[in-house]
C-alpha cells in the first residue's frame, strides 16, 4: 500500500462531491488499513466523522435488517432495540 498512490484519492473524491473533507480507509489483501484524510484539522475532526460515519452505516443496516434482509431473530432484536429506546 503505497501512500504516494492513494494520497491524493481522498481530495479528488472531495472535489468530485464538491465538499470540503473526506477519510479514505483502504484495507489491503494482508489486512492493514490504510487512512488517507483530506480537509481535516486534525486527528480528533477525523475520528468525529469517522464516528458519524458509523452511525450511518449502522442506521442504514437497522433499516435493512427490520425491512426483512435478515431472519426473524434478528429482526425481533431490531424491533426490541426500538422498543426500549
Known amino acids: ?6 494520497s491524493g484519492i481522498a481530495a479528488s473524491a472531495a472535489r468530485a462531491a464538491g465538499c ?8 489491503d489483501a494482508r489486512g492493514r488499513i490504510g487512512f488517507f484524510p483530506t480537509g481535516v484539522a486534525s486527528h480528533a475532526e477525523a475520528v468525529q466523522i469517522m464516528a458519524s460515519g ?6 442504514d443496516h437497522d433499516r435493512h435488517v427490520l425491512a426483512g434482509a435478515a431472519g426473524a431473530e434478528a ?7 426500538l422498543e426500549e429506546g
Open 1 to 6: 500500500m503505497s501512500d504516494g498512490d492513494l
Open 54 to 59: 458509523i452511525h450511518l452505516a449502522l442506521t
Open 20 to 27: 470540503e473533507t473526506a477519510i479514505l480507509l483502504v484495507r
Open 75 to 81: 429482526q425481533a432484536v431490531a424491533r426490541s432495540c
